[in-house]
């Protein structure tokens, strides 16, 4: 599927998220990267633009969009900056639509809708220190509604006003909705990271803290993975985005440096270069709208999400140090984007499920039983 073949509202919908994150976001990306500043007022812009809640329908507060255009947004902003894109990514498709697909309708009526519009941001708090991979293995428990244990690395947890907090109740893993400003619920520490320095990753504590069941009791692992195969389609968007931001960084500047007296994209191995990564780039975008599609008509996506999010990031991860490659000893230092884009890129192969992790869901689906240990 290439651009000519989106709808028009889907290209509007692109091009919109293209210029905003050309002017509101690229220009400043290098700063918030390196002061560790979470932009604030430019998720209140996306808000108002309708981007914070794309996908959400128009009666609940959102733009009403369809799922690849929301994928489209994406890309866009990750290009600009990764932090941004995965803040949305997660307020989206990890805090936002699982209380659409699984809220009662009150619940629905009352937090979707500042949400959707930017008011709030939403949080996704599943992992703990000893369950990551084994997201089974929490320890977090409720008892009559009151959770008590810890979170780690939850993606918008110092902002974050609603958060999607898992524990087990008694000894299933259930739902739980959980606000900001709960008796009991505290941030512990933010977190200082590789890359995404504009985004917010925290530690949450819950100490017999007031949480909202979401869907049925018993249910929070269904809801956690159903979550995730949404959202990985969202991480693989923000892989091709930075991606993509390489690519397009590494083929100005073969274009204006010189060496031995010609533009240096004149040298072959240059051109083979670029020419392999805009190729990979473009298949992982293709395998990423293909998973967006099979979502939005309501098919079974687990393994096209899968294999979208897995072959992205990689390509991410590789291509951003090749393009640190074409650009020599500056693409080393902090004078061009391509050192922020190769440190942004390598948390796409571990968040939302790791590569192994990926792979895993793949296989089984190929071999079945045969792929399960005894």
């Known amino acids: 599927m290439s651009l000519h073949e989106l709808s028009d509202e889907q290209r509007e919908i692109r091009d919109l998220a293209k210029r905003f994150a050309d002017d509101e976001i690229a220009p400043y ?3 918030w990267d390196r002061e560790h500043r979470f932009p604030k007022p430019v998720f209140e812009a996306l808000g108002e633009l309708g981007l914070m809640g794309a996908c959400v329908p128009e009666q609940h507060g959102g733009a009403g969009v369809d799922f690849l255009s929301y994928i489209l947004v994406l890309e866009e902003l990750s290009r600009a900056d990764a932090g941004v894109g995965v803040t949305v990514a997660v307020h989206t498709s990890a805090g936002t639509l ?13 937090l979707v809708p500042p949400l959707a519009q930017g008011h709030e941001l939403a949080a996704f708090a599943l992992t703990e220190s000893g369950s990551g991979s084994d997201a089974g293995a929490m320890r977090t428990r409720a008892t009559e509604n009151k959770l008590s244990g810890t979170k780690q690395w939850i993606t918008n947890g110092s902002h974050a006003h609603t958060f999607l907090a898992f524990a087990l109740d008694p000894d299933k893993p259930s739902a739980f909705v959980v606000r900001r400003g709960a008796p009991g619920f505290s941030v512990t520490r933010e977190e200082e990271k590789l890359g995404l320095n504009s985004s917010s990753t925290a530690d949450l504590a819950f100490d017999e803290t007031p949480g909202e069941p979401l869907g049925p009791r ?6 956690a993975l159903s979550t995730l195969d949404g959202g990985r389609i969202g991480i693989a968007a923000q892989a091709v985005g930075i991606a993509q931001a390489a690519l397009e960084v590494a083929t100005a500047y073969a274009k204006e440096r010189h060496a031995f007296g010609r533009p240096i994209g004149g040298f072959g191995a240059i051109q083979q270069k670029l020419a392999d990564m805009q190729t990979e780039i473009e298949a992982a975008r293709a395998l990423t709208w ?23 990031s990689r390509v991410a991860r590789h291509w951003t140090g090749e ?10 230092t902090k004078e061009f984007p391509a050192e922020r884009y190769y440190r942004d890129a390598k948390v796409t192969e571990i968040y939302e499920g790791t590569s192994e992790i990926q792979r895993l869901v793949i296989a089984r689906a190929l071999l079945g039983e ?5």
Not at 99 to 110: F, K, M, S, V, W
Not at 370 to 374: I, L, M, N, V
């Open 370 to 374: 045969a792929a399960r240990e005894s």
């Open 323 to 332: 393009a640190i490659q074409v650009l020599g000893g500056y693409g080393y």
């Open 29 to 31: 990306a290098s700063a």
């Open 98 to 110: 699982p209380i659409l697909a699984h809220g009662t309708p009150e619940q629905i009526d009352r």
């Open 218 to 223: 018993g249910g929070g692992m269904r809801i």
């Open 290 to 312: 293909r998973a967006a599609r099979l979502k939005q008509h309501g098919h079974p996506h687990t393994v096209e999400g899968a294999q979208a999010k897995l072959y992205a």
